[in-house]
């Protein structure tokens, strides 16, 4: 059992910054591949970054490509994603995601879910 709970969303002008984080409960959180989705109002929840277990591979949409980054430290047993250059159509909640299977949980089924952390883009 894994419980996720994301942090740093908040309201940032267009081409700013922000680092969400996403901790983890539970002693296997470096046996999980771990992803990011968000959900924009009025659309699907979509698939943003993914890391595998040990953080040698990393995923991305083509459209964050560049300026968002994806990573984990398992010590700490915390992932982080590093948004730069932001764009108003970053604007959603961002959900943190973990499984033991990567392309499982790439595909949007992955067994565990955090709660959403609002990210809001100005322009």
């Known amino acids: 059992q894994v419980q996720l709970v994301e942090s740093g969303g908040g309201l940032v002008q267009a081409g700013g910054s922000l680092r969400l984080s996403c901790a983890a409960s539970g002693r296997t959180f470096s046996s999980y591949a771990l992803g990011w989705f968000r959900q924009a109002p009025g659309k699907e929840r979509e698939f943003v970054a993914a890391i595998s277990w040990s953080g040698d591979s990393t995923y991305y949409q083509d459209s964050v490509k560049g300026r968002l980054t994806i990573s984990r430290d398992n010590a700490k047993n915390t992932m982080y994603l590093q948004m730069n250059s932001l764009k108003p159509e970053d604007t959603a909640v961002y959900y943190c995601?973990?499984?033991?299977?990567?392309?499982?949980?790439?595909?949007?089924?992955?067994?565990?879910w955090g709660q959403g952390t609002q990210v809001t883009v100005s322009s």
């Open positions: 995601a973990a499984d033991f299977a990567g392309s499982r949980l790439r595909r949007g089924n992955a067994a565990y």
